[in-house]
């Protein structure tokens, strides 16, 4: 009896020492947060003691970015491995289907016997997301934690916080902020209106401090409640056994940042801890280490599959960062923002970690595009007031106005994106590089997102975008690409080439053609009138509306009126969405006030397209604009 109770311990303990030679890995990942409100990153206006510790003790990242601007299609990235403009996940919440191949990586984790959970966001963007968060995950739930594994199991495990999410730093009003934040906060964890400094692409009012002090207060309440994370991972025991990571899933969730295609959206946080046993792992060292190489998050998913032994699939491409297996590190990074909400957009970006450059493809649409969520703000609100009365600097104006084409600025000497250098003559090297970079990339990719999220709907009917993308009779992507890069374009020799395209065979370069013209400026539409008004007659219906929404507002036609009132009444939820939003950027919108109203109140519109109709209204003061009218 007593030696198979011996037989038995013995067993038990070879196989917690064999699992244990594995790392627990904890994540610790945060909400809409850049690296400049972090005490690590050099801002000492910030209370941020638990993450700096981590810092001091471990490996900070200057150069880490998320593939996207917005919390979806960065998730989507970091659970599947796969870029957004493969998967055509990019757009907000849009919850298309990816190939059944494709996992959620905590997957081939269990396959190496970790125990994996999450706590709790998912929020990744995929169809029939119950099915995958149930292959992908043990548990994912607000109870979920390495507290439930089997004994000696390795764990990985991942805790997001909300503390700092948009909802806390400016979409809820003030008052629940003060309950929900302020409140939560010990009388030296707190910072006031007057206690830091104004980024210079807001304006430094008392109003605008007021609103602005709650980034820093959200993000000491996050730190605060990731203090309390890790005093329970210490009174477990399992401290010296896990190797630690920190990020944010995006950029900050002020204006400028989120959603938007510049440094302040892409670029995060992170960093990753090593205890004693697992510090040959990393290959910058382990105590107080800082890095600029550049990592995204397509290199996640890869990485934490190697750490735990297994195979990596085919379809991640992303770098393995540590390990025996450590790939060679990159010199440049291929980002993207698409369709945040109810705002359309697309923008591509290259970084080398210094330098950022973005191509902007719809730049009709300003940075403060109308997206509900963000627009009911009261800081949104503040600032377009101090638009109106004429109390902005024309960097803060911009906020308001048409983009360029390109955006170039060197990060290391202008962190807030103050001074565009696309047009100065000592950066051409630097411009043509990225540039040849972005179309490099984006050729060898074959983002499927330059097709219109109309068509990524039809597709995902029979296919997946992914699948889609890779047939080139099909997706024809150069010559599609070819269209799209005049897009944004403006002058008459631009102009003309779009006119021309207008009569491709192909609906998608015809769609790219007018798009781009929508971008040129009156007085370069003048001399294609006529092109442009046949255009509506297009039996394209996404070429006709935006044909006729050109020509209604440049030329008040009757016609092109009829064209955009009746697509926003479509029964077809994208073909609505960007009708309202080619409505939004026009200067005479109150003909179409009882249209929006009626499309607000027709049954099964979807939120997209309700927020829109309360942007619209809410543009005009004829809704209120807060939290509870943001659809």
């Known amino acids: 009896m007593k030696s198979g109770i011996l037989l038995a311990i013995f067993f038990f303990l070879m196989y917690t020492s064999s699992a244990q030679q594995k790392p627990n890995i904890l994540w610790i990942t945060i909400e809409d947060s850049s690296p400049q409100f972090f005490g690590c990153y050099g801002n000492q206006d910030a209370h941020t003691p638990v993450i700096d510790k981590l810092a001091r003790e471990g490996v900070r990242f200057t150069n880490a970015f998320s593939t996207g601007t917005v919390c979806s299609p960065s998730r989507s990235t970091i659970i599947t491995g796969v870029r957004t403009f493969k998967a055509g996940t990019g757009n907000h919440r849009s919850n298309y289907p990816v190939p059944e191949s494709i996992k959620g990586f905590p997957y081939y984790l269990q396959l190496q016997d970790y125990y994996v959970s999450n706590n709790s966001k998912t929020d990744y963007n995929v169809a029939d997301a119950e099915a995958f968060i149930r292959e992908a995950w043990n548990e994912s739930s607000g109870k979920a934690g390495w507290w439930n594994r089997k004994p000696g199991q390795p764990f990985f495990a991942v805790f997001n916080f909300m503390e700092s999410h948009q909802s806390r730093t400016m979409t ?84 400028r940042g989120k959603t938007n295609g510049i440094n302040y959206g892409y670029r995060v946080p992170f960093v990753v801890w090593f205890p004693e046993m697992y510090k040959e792992l990393s290959p910058w060292g382990t105590a107080g280490i800082v890095t600029n190489e550049l990592i995204s998050f397509e290199d996640l998913s890869p990485t934490l599959i190697s750490m735990a032994g297994g195979e990596i699939p085919e379809h991640l491409k992303g770098r393995i960062l540590l390990g025996k297996d450590r790939s060679e590190t990159t010199d440049h990074l291929l980002l993207s923002a698409d369709r945040s909400d109810n705002g359309i957009d697309m923008v591509r ?69 103050t001074k565009n250098l696309a047009s100065e003559p000592e950066y051409q090297a630097v411009l043509e590089k990225m540039r040849k970079q972005l179309d490099e990339n984006l050729l060898n990719a074959r983002d499927v997102l330059f097709l219109p999220e109309y068509e990524i709907g039809l597709i995902s009917k029979t296919t997946t975008p992914y699948e889609y993308r890779l047939n080139n009779k099909e997706y024809p992507f150069e010559e599609i690409y070819s269209a799209a890069s005049l897009s944004g374009k403006r002058g008459h020799g631009f102009a003309e080439k779009q006119v021309e395209l207008l009569q491709s065979q192909n609906r998608i370069v015809r769609y790219w053609a007018i798009m781009g013209l929508r971008s040129q400026p009156a007085e370069t539409l003048a001399a294609f009138r006529q092109n442009i008004e046949k255009a509506m007659n297009d039996d394209y219906a996404l070429v006709r509306i935006g044909a006729a929404a050109i020509v209604y507002q440049q030329w008040k036609n009757g016609q092109a009126k009829e064209i955009l009132a009746e697509s926003c009444r479509s029964e077809n939820m994208d073909i609505a969405l960007l009708s309202i939003n080619f409505l939004m950027y026009i200067e005479n919108k109150e003909p179409f006030i009882p249209t929006i109203r009626a499309v607000h109140e027709l049954p099964n519109r979807s939120y997209n397209v309700k927020a829109a109709c309360m942007d619209f209204l809410g543009s005009l003061n004829l809704v209120p604009n807060n939290y509870a009218y943001r659809e």
């Open 349 to 417: 970006t290259i970084t080398d970690g210094r330098y950022i450059y973005s191509r902007n493809y719809l730049p009709f649409i300003p940075q403060g595009r109308y997206i509900r969520y963000m627009y009911i703000s009261e800081i949104v609100q503040q600032m377009r007031s101090d638009y109106r009365k004429g109390l902005l600097d024309s960097l803060q104006q911009s906020y308001f106005e048409p983009r360029p084409d390109e955006y170039l600025f060197d990060i290391e000497d202008d962190l807030w994106e």
């Open 172 to 255: 809820m009003s003030y008052e629940w902020y003060t309950e929900n934040v302020w409140n939560q906060l010990d009388e030296d964890e707190r910072i006031a209106e007057n206690g830091f400094e104004m980024p210079p692409i807001y304006r430094n009012s008392d109003e605008m401090r007021k609103h602005f002090a709650r980034v820093y207060n959200s993000i000491s309440l996050t730190d605060k409640r990731i203090g309390e994370l890790l005093d329970r991972l210490e009174s477990d025991n399992l401290r010296d056994s896990t190797i630690i990571f920190f990020y944010a899933d995006h950029g900050e969730g002020e204006p």
